[in-house]
């Protein structure tokens, strides 16, 4: 079983910063992308940043220049250091990772979500 816990969110005040961390955990052969998805209150869901497992990273145009993705692959674990925050950011933040499951039988890549972090960017 695999399973992906985010943590790090909170309140923070305009202009400030937060860093957030997803752990990926259970009976992982191998794990390809990773990436951060946020969804505020009546929006869709929309990509915020990705990292490959070369450390390859591409970021949404909103975020450019504030955020910043990362990864340790020993840890199975993903990155996203937020500076400058603004409150549209205010979102739940969620990480994305697409893991093979080695109890699965199946050498093929699943998509895996976690429960999401609550952000919330207010004076």
């Known amino acids: 079983q695999v399973q992906l816990v985010e943590s790090g969110g909170g309140l923070v005040q305009p202009g400030g910063s937060l860093r957030l961390s997803c752990v990926a955990s259970?009976?992982?052969?191998?794990?390809?992308?990773m990436d951060w998805y946020r969804q505020a209150p009546g929006k869709q869901r929309e990509l915020v940043a990705q990292t490959t497992t070369r450390g390859s990273t591409t970021y949404a145009d909103f975020v450019k220049g504030r955020f910043t993705v990362s990864r340790d692959n020993a840890k199975n674990t993903m990155y996203l250091q937020m500076n400058s925050l603004k409150p549209e950011d205010t979102a739940v933040y969620y990480c994305?990772?697409?893991?093979?499951?080695?109890?699965?039988?199946?050498?093929?890549?699943?998509?895996?979500w976690g429960q999401g972090t609550q952000v919330t960017v207010s004076s």
């Open positions: 994305n990772a697409a893991i093979i499951d080695k109890n699965s039988g199946s050498p093929y890549y699943n998509e895996y």
């Open positions: 259970g009976s992982i052969s191998s794990i390809a992308a």
